[in-house]
């Protein structure tokens, strides 16, 4: 069972992923703005939250950079709108996964279990054995553990989901990876809906590199490789 908190300024979506979150087992708590979320989320102890983008008070946008000031607990954004800069934005804050309105709440349902599983596995690693993979004569460097990256010593800072994605492309280097395994491995379920969200993370993943970025290497028709020029 996982504690969420849904985000929306419409009463009958609230009602609706209520219906299912709770069918499912889960305690729901319901905010009616990005104000309203950012108060409920420093007084409540949430698994995962549910925010829309477009509200009055305090848009979805705003009141996650807030929570990514104190929190890395996940986020879905939902929104009626599909443009890749919104897309882009949210996965730059840092968000989980974006949904796209109309929705099925079942479907919304599968991906709060496929992230929550995810968020539960990166725990666990914590206990695991140091790792480091440097890069480029120590160029760039990335610690797998402790999930920091370094470009010719300056650290830089990534998403949650660009740090999972890199990581699985480094352990994988050399190696021609399909659009359909990555999203399976690093999303964690058999990907349905909008697959540009995998162009999309990849477009941040090679700016958040820099000069690096052309280590990513697309194979066209078929997915991704990672290699070190």
Do not use: C
């Amino acid at each position: 069972m996982y504690n969420i908190l849904i985000v929306d300024d419409e009463e009958m979506i609230r009602k609706l992923i209520r219906k299912y979150a709770e069918f499912d087992g889960h305690k729901v708590t319901e905010a009616s703005d990005g104000m309203d979320a950012v108060i409920k989320f420093k007084n409540g102890n949430f698994d995962i939250i549910l925010m829309d983008i477009m509200m009055p008070e305090l848009d979805g946008f705003s009141a996650s950079r807030e929570i990514r000031k104190t929190s890395n607990i996940p986020i879905i954004m939902l929104s009626a709108r599909g443009e890749e800069y919104d897309k882009i934005n949210g996965f730059e804050i840092g968000i989980d996964d974006y949904v796209v309105k109309p929705f099925s709440p079942k479907e919304l349902m599968l991906r709060v279990e496929a992230i929550m599983k995810r968020a539960k596995a990166r725990g666990d690693v914590q206990e695991s054995k140091n790792e480091v993979i440097s890069l480029a004569n120590g160029g760039l460097v990335a610690d797998l553990t402790a999930r920091i990256v370094y470009i010719d010593g300056k650290r830089i800072d990534m998403s949650p989901k660009e740090y999972e994605l890199f990581f699985y492309m480094l352990k994988n280097k050399n190696i021609a990876l399909s659009r359909d395994k990555l999203l399976s491995d690093v999303w964690g379920y058999d990907f349905f809906g909008d697959d540009r969200t995998l162009d999309t993370h990849i477009k941040i993943l090679r700016k958040s590199l820099g000069k690096y970025s052309d280590f990513i290497v697309t194979i066209r028709g078929m997915g991704y490789r990672f290699e070190e020029k």
